[in-house]
């Protein structure tokens, strides 16, 4: 793991690779840094009267990657039980990004249980 904590500029810099769901723009997603670390993000929040947003992102593995791929895990488990115990929070209208400790994870930022890639 990239030990080093992002900024939001950071996020910014990542490359779409996959999509997974879409309505109007990517709603869940994989995507790359500049070093090749890979993330699954999901837009977790978002106010339709400010239209602010709020993108939780996990950081994965290879190994998870396939397993997402391969449906054998679920969207739900991959940001409830992250690798690396922390996720981050982009706020893109704020231009900053947060890291968090799992446990602070929020049940209704999260995809159904169940919806994975065997789902669709």
Do not use: H
């Amino acid at each position: 793991m990239n030990n080093k904590i992002l900024e939001f500029e950071d996020f910014e810099e990542m490359s779409t690779f996959e999509v997974y769901v879409y309505y109007d723009r990517p709603l869940l997603f994989s995507c790359i840094d500049l070093i090749g670390n890979k993330y699954l993000a999901v837009l977790a929040v978002e106010d339709e009267d400010t239209g602010e947003e709020e993108w939780l992102y996990v950081q994965i593995t290879e190994e998870r990657f396939q397993m997402i791929k391969s449906g054998k895990i679920d969207f739900r488990t991959v940001f409830s039980e992250p690798e690396y115990d922390c996720f981050y929070f982009v706020y893109p209208s704020k231009s900053s990004a947060s890291c968090f400790d799992k446990s602070c994870m929020k049940n209704e930022w999260l995809p159904k249980r169940g919806f994975g890639l065997n789902a669709l």
